[in-house]
């Protein structure tokens, strides 16, 4: 398999770091020390093409391929998580979910305005009993006729506070188990809909992670995606590309703190020379970039197969298990090669490493990861 990069895509990626570099890395310790949510550099975002990076042109997306898209997480989040969180979500769950299985009606309402970052998507499945668990769904969907009432609370919600357009999964028929969920898109500002407290979390602090509140909210059936009952096999391929979303932030947070670690490493001095001439860092640096090196082409590995329209869940999950563990990893060793200097915020690593352990928790645990990888084994 050939991973030799585009021109497209290396645009695409010196872009995106360019980015990074410019417009995220001033002012991203104040972000995440405050919990300020990155409003202006989400904005730049959209306007570069970056909200909406793999939808198709005539929904004012940027056509682009499912590895330009790793590319740019991995830049964006080398330096902010906070903010390719929130371009995650609107790419792999919100706007990937539209396109691909919403009707024409509905791309053009939401579609065109969530790939150009004017409206932001949040994808609301996770309850305060039911994470990982879709098909313990508690939030409820009558069934009214032209709409339905939904009622029910959603946690852990990343884009909570900010997005415009929500993709609630709900149970509508209890007794039909996974067959009795829908997927609805609903509007914020519609009447019973209500956004609850911001959450203080450990890493990740810039992004808008809120819990959300639904009485008797009424949603018209126009909102629903699919047929009746589609909304577990929605979420549940929506989430396996989000998985290559969450293990690109993986990737980006890893490789960040490898090129602190490298970098300092080749400035502190220690014992008469650059720690980097001591051979125990050395064999930290080479651990770190034989491990980034590895998910990096796992997550190219599990987008080459979804643009080729072949069967990518077993790659994601792999490529989310093994980036989100190296993510881990590496930061904390990061933090060590600079010492008491790491624990200072000054110096980033900290951060990154605060950061890394979500990519262990969003888009189904590590140990959910490993239930996917088993079953995909054993069917073969």
């Not at 609301?124 to 879709?134: M, R, V």
Request: some cysteine.
């Amino acid at each position: 398999m050939n991973f030799e990069l585009t021109e497209e895509q290396l645009a695409v990626r010196d872009a995106a770091r360019d980015f990074a570099q410019t417009e995220l890395l001033p002012g991203v310790i104040e972000r995440d020390e405050n919990q300020i949510y990155p409003k202006e550099q989400v904005k730049k975002l959209g306007e570069l093409g970056f909200m909406g990076m793999m939808a198709d042109p005539k929904y004012n997306g940027g056509g682009m391929d499912s590895i330009s898209y790793v590319l740019a997480m991995e830049e964006i989040s080398k330096v902010d998580a906070s903010c390719s969180v929130v371009m995650s979500v609107n790419n792999s769950l919100v706007c990937w979910g539209i396109e691909k299985y919403g009707n024409e009606e509905q791309k053009e309402k939401y579609l065109t305005k969530l790939t150009t970052g004017e409206h932001i998507g949040a994808f609301c499945l996770s309850e305060p009993e039911a994470g990982s668990d879709a098909t313990s769904q508690r939030t409820t969907a009558i069934d009214m006729g032209d709409h339905y009432l939904l009622n029910g609370t959603k946690n852990w919600i990343t884009n909570g506070g900010t997005a415009s357009t929500y993709i609630v999964i709900a149970q509508t028929d209890a007794d039909k188990k996974h067959h009795g969920i829908n997927a609805l898109i609903v509007e914020k500002g519609m009447d019973g809909f209500v956004v609850g407290k911001k959450e203080n979390k450990l890493g990740i602090r810039g992004s808008d992670t809120h819990s959300l509140m639904f009485t008797d909210v009424k949603v018209p059936k126009a909102n629903r995606i699919g047929e009746d009952g589609f909304g577990f096999k929605f979420a549940m391929s929506t989430l396996n590309g989000g998985r290559i979303g969450i293990a690109s932030q993986a990737l980006g947070i890893a490789s960040g703190a490898y090129e602190l670690a490298l970098q300092y490493s080749k400035e502190r001095k220690a014992f008469g020379k650059e720690i980097s001439q001591h051979q125990a860092i050395q064999f930290k640096l080479s651990d770190m970039a034989t491990q980034i090196e590895a998910a990096r082409l796992m997550c190219f590995h599990a987008a080459a197969l979804k643009d080729q329209g072949k069967d990518y869940v077993k790659a994601a999950a792999m490529a989310k298990l093994f980036a989100s563990k190296a993510a881990m990893d590496i930061t904390v060793e990061a933090v060590q090669v600079h010492g008491g200097y790491g624990f200072v915020k000054e110096y980033h690593v900290e951060r990154l490493m605060r950061d890394a352990k979500i990519t262990q928790i969003y888009e189904g645990t590590s140990e959910i990861q490993k239930i996917v990888i088993a079953r995909e084994l054993l069917k073969k």
